[in-house]
């Protein structure tokens, strides 16, 4: 399973744009990058998930450059409630059994 | 739809007693895991099951077992708890037969101390 390595803390601001980059440079043809939002005595929760170029849905934006040795999460507007650790993971979803790998992730802590 | 349950929610032992975390899935998924999460770290595989009638072995197995009753239950058992085996414990289901987007769905988890 490829590693990822993601900062270990990020503070924002209410309003402001949040981008976290996560670095997965053994990153392996059949693997996918997906990210994880966990909030303190809850188990996490999928985000958004994506293979190559940009990927959007209602809560994130994903966006992985043609080598695929990295990505970027960017959450819009950020609110007090986006105060989270966000993972990013790198796996072949399709393999039997979905093996995920959690690094330590990125703790984001958004400020009024 | 409740998604993962998982019990009970907490849960005190003393070193050497044994327990069962109990795990079920109400979304017809193929696979389930059961991770663990001490403080300030990032969830490690215990043990998993592709398909009911499968188990394998995860990151960190070394004193637990499984067993995968049916396609909804995966329960962890704890057979002689340690100190060290004091953790937040996570089940979570997946579909790995869906082609694309296959999230992992979690449930609240058991937070575990073993004095």
């Not at chain 1, 693997?31 to 190559?52: E, L, V």
């Not at chain 2, 990032?42 to 499984?66: F, H, Q």
Request: proline share 5%; charged share 15%; glycine share 8%.
């Amino acid at each position: 399973l490829a590693k990822t390595t993601q900062p270990i803390s990020m503070d924002s601001y209410e309003g402001q744009e949040v981008n976290i980059t996560c670095s997965h440079n053994n990153i392996a043809t059949n693997d996918y990058i997906t990210w994880y939002q966990q909030f303190p005595s809850q188990g996490p929760r999928f985000i958004i998930q994506g293979y190559k170029t940009k990927v959007t849905n209602e809560v994130a934006s994903l966006f992985i450059p043609a080598d695929r040795k990295s990505s970027t999460l960017s959450l819009p507007r950020v609110s007090l409630s986006d105060t989270a650790v966000y993972y990013c993971l790198v796996g072949d979803i399709e393999a039997a059994g979905n093996k995920l790998t959690f690094g330590g992730g990125t703790r984001v802590l958004v400020k009024p | 739809n409740a998604g993962v349950t998982q019990t009970p929610k907490f849960q005190v032992l003393k070193t050497g007693q044994s327990m069962t975390l109990q795990c079920a899935q109400d979304m017809n998924h193929n696979s389930m895991y059961w991770y663990r999460q001490d403080p300030g770290m990032g969830l490690r595989l215990i043990y998993y099951s592709a398909s009911e009638g499968t188990t394998d072995k995860g990151e960190v197995p070394n004193g637990y077992n499984v067993s995968r009753l049916n396609k909804r239950e995966f329960s962890l058992r704890l057979e002689s708890a340690a100190p060290s085996q004091t953790s937040v414990y996570f089940c979570a289901s997946s579909d790995p037969q869906e082609v694309g987007n296959q999230p992992q769905h979690f449930g609240d988890g058991t937070r575990l101390s073993i004095l």
